[in-house]
């Protein structure tokens, strides 16, 4: 059995578990525990420390990490909703002076966009699958015939008729809850979003990730558009799965 250790790194919680990444199943209990205070590189860097330790006393797995940044050679680029100064920071190599394993790094949208694609709702599905994550910010995936094209943040593209505000400031799960949007007025906000993106990139599919998406059916059926758009399968785990999976040494 193929495994490695799969690390989803956000702004509340990091989560870490073992993964088969054949079959694309949890192979040991999830841990998960509170990001710490200010999220600063060396403390988060303790915490994969102690997870890895927890999951895999002694052991060597390998380790697959997914965090939301832009990463570019395993350098976080942007820091949008993480301090600033993570920004320049090569992620990997901070973790793997830590634990002393291989680390493999991506971004945390095209993690889980990929492992739908491999694992969940757009298994088998050819062309051009977007994925998108609703939850604090907006992440997305562009994955075609398989392929993952990798830091597309179209969360920050800025919406027709709202000149500076982006995507994700309007239409994320944190903008819901922040402005008390009913599930309607929310929903009208998504349209413009993915009407948008239907507009520009003509996907064979919509899957929407992130926390809410286990709520899907109080907005999804509101959305009008030509696209088909289903919720995730993997909800929560698919960071988890799709950044053990895409570690490159994990077979
Ligand atoms: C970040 C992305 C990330 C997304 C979801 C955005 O603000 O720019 O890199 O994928 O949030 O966490």
Known sequence: MARTIGIDIGGTGIKAAIVDVENGELVSEKIKVGTPEGAKPADVADVVHELVEQLDPNGSLPIGVCFPAVIINEVAMSAANVDRSWIGTNVGDLFEA???????????ADAAGFAEVKFGAAKGVNGLVMVTTLGTGIGSALIYNGVLIPNSELGHI????????????????????????????????????????EKLFSPQLFVVGGGVSK?????????????????AQHFNNAGILGAAALAPFSD
């Open 98 to 108: 830590k634990t002393g394993r291989k680390v493999h790094v991506v971004n945390d």
């Open 158 to 197: 800025n919406l027709p008729g709202s000149k500076w505000r982006t995507a994700e400031n309007l239409a994320a799960n944190s903008a819901r809850v922040k402005r008390n949007l009913s599930w309607t007025r929310w929903a009208e906000r998504l349209q413009v979003y993915y009407g948008t993106l």
């Open 215 to 231: 709520e899907y059916e109080n907005f999804l059926p509101l959305l009008e558009l030509n696209t088909p758009i289903i919720p």
